[in-house]
């Protein structure tokens, strides 16, 4: 039986609104579709990106309709797209290396890949596929196909943004951030208001060293950034031979890691305060509460020891089998408002995409649904319940797995009509590794297997998508 590197294999075949067959019952209510993005080809004849992230932006799309899925899959033709395809170039990725005038333009001069493989989401009613540079797309949420990029209702000016919008669940607005370089280097916290392409400024800081951050917080009332001691200094992208984007970033954990709290109504800097170094790449959920008769902050998180979750994925290693993916933990930051000491526990070992149901964003919650690192022979999805504070028990109380099966991000849809905050599905791409294909594996709330749908053919590790009711 194959091992986790059959999920770095290239994909090159494309399918459209094929109808997958279904072991079980899918729920009659998921009436959307689920999109899901991630790399899925890294070699192009004799070149061959250097990293995981470097990969080739892939588009998967699950119709459900009474039971019965659809499925759909495309590369979007992106100029990065055509320059591997064509030109044998993976030049101007996360990892991969390029030449001096190149990264100049790339990162000083906006001009940056369009290799948006990270996310998706809904912009001014359109599907759109995230990257980590303002190159993002406008997707045909039919075909998957390419309609341009987003154009921007406003003259902001960015170079580094996060993929992971969070949408506020009361006025629909998309919540991001966005580090500027340049004699004046900021993190800038922005929103984009329902509807609109327009990105109004909130708020930012002055920084000397931007760190490289992945993913933020939101609460009621504040953002929260969470800066780990994984720092550039923009002069360094000028250097010949400075390698890749990721190549250019120090860890410095003599710095820490710092949390930056901002109220989302005056976009000012409420506090700052900082703990022993970590590395992260995604939040869980965040919210504010009274204890102990006093306003705090709490933000989950999944915590590294050091910066090897993000410079350890190297294709070569992966492909060889011999690296495996970082293991995190799930950790509870407490951040009080009133500057007392923040302090953090472990919720859960060895998990990674952790996901909830999108009714709870912004407010105390019960569930994280996460994917296991454990990855000897296969992995898991796991439940971690995250409440307790009333005397409950916290930690992993659900698992799912199955011999030679690859679990993905797992994206909980609330039931329209559910009463607790389990009701509901969960959807999973996975890999099965003896068959050589990927199945959307559907569970419940307590993470029993419900249906699932084999794939025609191995969709590559992704990492992020998003469920839309039609």
Same mark, same amino acid.
């Given at each position: 039986?194959?091992?986790?590197?059959?999920?770095?294999?290239?994909?090159?075949?494309?399918v459209?609104?094929?109808?997958?067959?279904v072991?079980?019952?899918?729920?009659?209510?998921?009436?959307?579709?689920?999109?899901?993005?991630?790399?899925?080809?890294w070699?192009?004849?004799?070149?061959?990106?250097?990293?995981?992230?470097?990969?080739?932006?892939?588009?998967?799309?699950?119709?459900?309709?009474?039971?019965?899925v659809?499925?759909?899959?495309?590369f979007?033709?992106?100029?990065?797209?055509?320059a591997?395809?064509?030109?044998?170039?993976?030049a101007?990725?996360?990892?991969?290396?390029?030449g001096?005038l190149?990264?100049?333009?790339?990162?000083?001069a906006? /001009?940056s890949?369009?290799?948006?493989?990270?996310?998706?989401a809904?912009?001014?009613?359109?599907?759109?596929?995230?990257?980590?540079?303002?190159?993002w797309?406008?997707?045909?949420?039919e075909?998957?196909?390419?309609r341009?990029?987003?154009?921007?209702?406003?003259?902001?000016?960015?170079?580094?943004?996060?993929?992971?919008?969070r949408?506020?669940?009361? +006025?629909g607005?998309?919540?991001g951030?966005?580090t500027?370089?340049?004699?004046?280097n900021?993190?800038?916290?922005?929103?984009?208001?329902?509807?609109?392409?327009?990105?109004?400024?909130?708020?930012?800081?002055?920084?000397?060293?931007?760190a490289?951050m992945?993913?933020?917080?939101?609460?009621?009332?504040?953002?929260?950034?969470v800066?780990?001691?994984l720092?550039?200094?923009?002069?360094?992208?000028?250097?010949?031979?400075?390698g890749?984007?990721?190549?250019?970033?120090?860890?410095?954990? +003599?710095?820490?890691?710092?949390?930056?709290?901002?109220?989302? /109504?005056?976009?000012e800097?409420v506090?700052?305060?900082?703990?022993?170094?970590?590395?992260?790449?995604?939040?869980?959920?965040?919210f504010?509460?009274?204890?102990? /008769?006093?306003?705090e902050?709490?933000?989950?998180?999944?915590?590294?020891?050091?910066?090897?979750?993000?410079?350890?994925?190297?294709m070569?290693?992966?492909r060889?089998?011999?690296?495996?993916?970082?293991?995190?933990?799930?950790?509870?930051?407490?951040?009080?408002?009133?500057?007392?000491e923040?302090?953090?526990?472990?919720?859960?070992?060895?998990?990674?995409?952790?996901?909830f149901?999108?009714?709870?964003?912004?407010?105390?919650y019960?569930?994280?649904?996460?994917? +296991?690192?454990?990855m000897?022979?296969?992995n898991?999805?796991?439940?971690?319940?995250?409440?307790g504070d009333?005397g409950?028990?916290?930690?992993?109380?659900?698992?799912?797995?199955?011999?030679?099966?690859?679990s993905?991000?797992?994206?909980?849809?609330?039931?329209p009509?559910?009463?607790?905050?389990?009701?509901?599905?969960v959807?999973?791409?996975?890999l099965?590794?003896?068959?050589?294909?990927?199945?959307?594996?559907?569970? /419940?709330?307590?993470?029993?297997?419900?249906?699932r749908a084999?794939l025609?053919?191995?969709?590559?590790?992704?990492?992020?998508?998003?469920?839309?009711r039609?």
């Open positions: 039986m194959a091992g986790y590197e059959t999920g770095f294999r290239d994909l090159t075949e494309e459209r609104d094929r109808d997958l067959p072991e079980g019952n899918v729920p009659a209510w998921l009436d959307g579709s689920l999109y899901r993005n991630g790399p899925a080809r070699t192009v004849g004799d070149a061959e990106a250097d990293h995981w992230f470097d990969g080739l932006a892939h588009l998967t799309k699950f119709a459900f309709d009474g039971g019965a659809r499925y759909t899959n495309r979007p033709r992106t100029d990065a797209y055509r591997a395809v064509e030109d044998g170039s993976f101007g990725q996360f990892s991969s290396t390029d001096y190149s990264r100049v333009k790339s990162m000083l906006g /001009d890949t369009d290799n948006a493989n990270v996310h998706v809904r912009i001014g009613g359109e599907l759109v596929a995230l990257t980590e540079t303002p190159n797309l406008r997707i045909d949420p075909t998957l196909e390419r341009g990029t987003l154009d921007y209702d406003d003259d902001l000016t960015t170079h580094h943004v996060t993929a992971h919008l949408q506020d669940p009361d +006025s607005a998309n919540w951030y966005f500027r370089f340049g004699r004046r900021e993190y800038v916290l922005f929103r984009i208001p329902e509807g609109t392409t327009r990105r109004e400024r909130v708020g930012s800081v002055r920084v000397e060293k931007p490289y992945h993913s933020f917080a939101l609460t009621a009332d504040h953002a929260v950034l800066e780990p001691p720092v550039t200094h923009p002069t360094k992208f000028l250097l010949p031979g400075a890749g984007f990721i190549d250019n970033y120090d860890w410095e954990p +003599s710095r820490g890691t710092r949390f930056l709290l901002f109220g989302r /109504d005056s976009g800097l506090r700052e305060t900082t703990v022993p170094a970590f590395f992260t790449f995604h939040t869980a959920n965040a504010e509460r009274e204890r102990n /008769d006093a306003a902050l709490v933000v989950d998180l999944v915590a590294y020891d050091d910066d090897s979750a993000v410079t350890d994925l190297s070569n290693a992966l060889g089998g011999g690296a495996g993916f970082p293991s995190g933990e799930l950790r509870r930051y407490r951040l009080p408002l009133d500057g007392e923040p302090a953090h526990e472990s919720l859960a070992d060895g998990v990674e995409m952790p996901r149901s999108p009714e709870r964003h912004t407010r105390e019960e569930h994280v649904f996460a994917q +296991s690192t454990e000897d022979g296969g898991a999805l796991v439940r971690v319940d995250v409440g009333g409950g028990e916290r930690g992993v109380a659900r698992r799912w797995e199955e011999s030679g099966i690859f993905g991000e797992p994206i909980f849809v609330p039931h009509e559910g009463d607790a905050e389990a009701d509901g599905v959807l999973s791409l996975c099965d590794t003896e068959a050589e294909r990927s199945v959307l594996v559907v569970l /419940d709330g307590d993470l029993t297997e419900l249906a084999p025609p053919h191995a969709v590559p590790f992704g990492f992020h998508g998003e469920y839309f039609d």
